[in-house]
């Protein structure tokens, strides 16, 4: 599959939105293909940015969220809820979670922020 060429670059106002809300880690995928993070975001997980960018958004998440995580995905709109997330040395911890549904040249994509609980 064509992965669609966008960065968090590309959306300033809706990440400054949730920066204000204290929310720096940012994740933008597609169908949990994750197109770009921010150094943050490398910070929380432990994965440096070149590791997250081409993988699955589903490894930063604990086995016990993935439910609510997958449930999450399938709405349409914005959502913010709280799981447990998993770093790349295996440590959890919670998370406060906002994400958005954004569109890029006609494409659905989705903006993950996250600040540490």
């Known amino acids: 599959m064509d992965w669609p060429k966008v960065t968090l670059e590309n959306f300033p106002n809706e990440c400054a939105l949730l920066q204000g809300e204290g929310l720096h880690g940012q994740i933008l995928h597609q169908d949990t293909h994750i197109l770009d993070a921010n150094q943050s975001a490398s ?3 432990g994965y440096s940015i ?5 993988s699955k ?6 086995p016990e969220s993935l439910i609510t995580m997958q449930e999450n995905m399938q709405t349409h709109g914005d959502v913010d809820y709280t799981i447990t997330a998993m770093s790349k040395s295996g ?3 919670d ?11 006609g494409e659905a994509v989705r903006l993950a922020a996250f600040k540490k609980l």
């Open 43 to 45: 910070d929380i997980t």
């Open 50 to 54: 070149d590791e997250l960018i081409g």
């Open 57 to 62: 958004s589903w490894k930063l998440y604990a």
């Open 91 to 93: 440590e959890k911890f």
């Open 95 to 105: 998370v406060r979670l906002k994400v958005l549904q954004l569109e890029f040249d």
